[in-house]
T-cell receptor
Framework: GENVEQHPSTLSVQEGDSAVIKCTYS??????FPWYKQELGKRPQLIID?????GEKKDQRIAVTLNKTAKHFSLHITETQPEDSAVYFC??????????FGAGTQVVVTP | DAGVIQSPRHEVTEMGQEVTLRCKPI?????LFWYRQTMMRGLELLIY????????DSGMPEDRFSAKMPNASFSTLKIQPSEPRDSAVYFC?????????????FGAGTRLSVL
């Protein structure tokens, strides 16, 4: 089945700097790659997603890149702000269409 | 739409008791998912339904867990008997059919503590 690995597990950045989180997946049939943000005690919320026919997608300060050949995708957050502090999860669909989540990255933005 | 609605938000029970978690998906969504989240194991898919029919329950940990979806607007996850290791946050999520079928919307979760 699908296996999604996510790195790093924790990331500390200065406010205004960029943050990058990387994920790899194993199933070459995966075709949908969402990113969720989960604040402490809250639900995971979709912040951006990308499908396999696109290499990059941007939404204001966040962007996602996908390399299907290498089976990895990344989340980029620019000009980080304290409210970006949260746990971020990547995910990939397996061959059955189910989402397999990475283990999460705790991002801490220090003022 | 109010989003995915879960109840209760918190549940504290004693080992051996029956626990029932409830979920109302977003109206019009054909898929419903139950997840469990713990520090050790992250987000685990327990079971999912399509048009009220269970499709994959391979993530259900053992026979103590059962899930039903009697209609398009309601699902339950039952644990009987509950054990301390069942303590976790349980999330329900729903998604539409068609081109957006993979986009899952999560409920606020139920934090379960089994003493």
């Amino acid at each position: 089945g699908e296996n999604v690995e996510q790195h790093p597990s924790t990331l500390s950045v200065q406010e205004g700097d960029s943050a990058v989180i990387k994920c790899t997946y194993s199933d070459s049939a995966s075709n949908y790659f969402p990113w969720y943000k989960q604040e402490l005690g809250k639900r995971p919320q979709l912040i951006i997603d990308i499908r396999s026919n696109v290499g990059e997608k941007k939404d204001q300060r966040i962007a996602v890149t996908l390399n299907k050949t290498a089976k990895h995708f990344s989340l980029h957050i620019t000009e980080t702000q304290p409210e970006d502090s949260a746990v971020y999860f990547c995910a990939a669909t397996d061959s059955w269409g189910k989402l397999q989540f990475g283990a999460g990255t705790q991002v801490v933005v220090t003022p | 739409d109010a989003g995915v609605i879960q109840s209760p938000r918190h549940e504290v029970t004693e080992m051996g008791q029956e626990v029932t978690l409830r979920c109302k998906p977003i109206s019009g969504h054909d898929y419903l998912f139950w997840y469990r989240q713990t520090m050790m194991r992250g987000l685990e898919l327990l079971i999912y339904f399509n048009n009220n029919v269970p499709i994959d329950d391979s993530g259900m940990p053992e026979d103590r867990f059962s899930a039903k979806m009697p209609n398009a607007s309601f699902s339950t996850l039952k644990i009987q008997p509950s054990e301390p290791r069942d303590s976790a946050v349980y999330f329900c999520a729903s998604s539409p059919s068609g081109a957006d079928k993979n986009i899952q919307y999560f409920g606020a979760g139920t934090r379960l503590s089994v003493l």
